[in-house]
């Protein structure tokens, strides 16, 4: 067991889907995998592993932001020695190009948060998508007729912000959404030599006005699931 999660050693698969909520790990579970097992109730933060086709695949939530993911993914990789580890969650655009239910597959992840440049403050360094898992997510998605930008994000410590007026500078500068945790997880696949992917589905525009209903929402998170789950095995 590590300090978050209570699994016993060899409970947890090498791949694993990540969203932030742990209820959606619980809906990943209950309707992709088969036999699916609980591993973890530690804070409420639900994680399963189960099959997929034929693959043993794991799912767990990581909470909101930075230091939240941070703390999973690190005892993920280095006390349960996962491999592939893909988030799916949401983002809000900040594009005009790109619309609410979109898929972005993040390339690249900048951040305002300051957890990486506390161990590098010399460096800038770019945090980047996996790029086996990137181009294997790209044409998945294209198999599935799913509108998916690929490009970069924007992980951001402050969801409630005064700086809503630069969202569509960071559009124009070819930002395609703002989400909170896809820059930690790449930068922690990085520092262990592991494989990461953030898919995020568009929940909300912040320079477009559109709607999007409970439904259609839920319909757009289910493509995602199955984007993540088929490019855990391709
Ligand atoms: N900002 C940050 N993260 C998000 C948003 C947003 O507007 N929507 C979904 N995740």
Redesign the pocket.
Known sequence: MSIHIGAEQGQIADKILLPGDPLRAKFIAEHFLEDAVCFNEVRGMLGYTGTYKGHRVSVMGTGMGMPSISIYANELITSYGVKKLIRVG???SVNKDVHVRDLVLAQAAGTTSSMIKNEWPQYDFPQIADFDLLDKAYHIAKDLKLTAHVGSVLS?DA?YSDFADNNIKLGQLGIKA???EAAALYYLAAKHGVQALGIMTI??S?VNDEDTTAEERQTTFTDMMKVGLETLIA
């Open positions: 949401t983002a809000g951001i969801f703002l989400e909170m929940s909300d912040l």
